[in-house]
């Protein structure tokens, strides 16, 4: 992560804050993940967001599974919310995905 260091805070804190239980490897991903260079106009709260959404749909759902059927981002989207809420119940994350939550 090459964000500054006021910056790493900010989002070790959002993390924190969002996902008191999820597993040191994945708190670590998402970390990075949120304080790439693309994620740096967004509040650390936001970037946290997303990064814990994606890494979550990416290694603990069926969507990679659905998009090798040919399945669109956004219908593979939509058949993992269940699954992507049930992780972060698991992480006992303050905040769930809703279906019309925009990334």
Known sequence: MNAPTGRRRAIAKALTALLPLAPYADMEK??????AVHMK???P????WLATIAHIRHMHTDYEK???EEYDRDSARF??????????????ATRLLEDEDEE
Do not use: H, K
């Open 79 to 92: 058949f993992v919310i269940e699954q992507t809420n049930t992780v972060l119940t698991r992480w006992r």
């Open 30 to 35: 998402i970390r990075a993940d949120a304080g």
């Open 66 to 68: 659905l998009l090798a």
């Open 41 to 43: 106009t967004l509040p």
């Open 45 to 48: 709260s936001i970037a946290v």
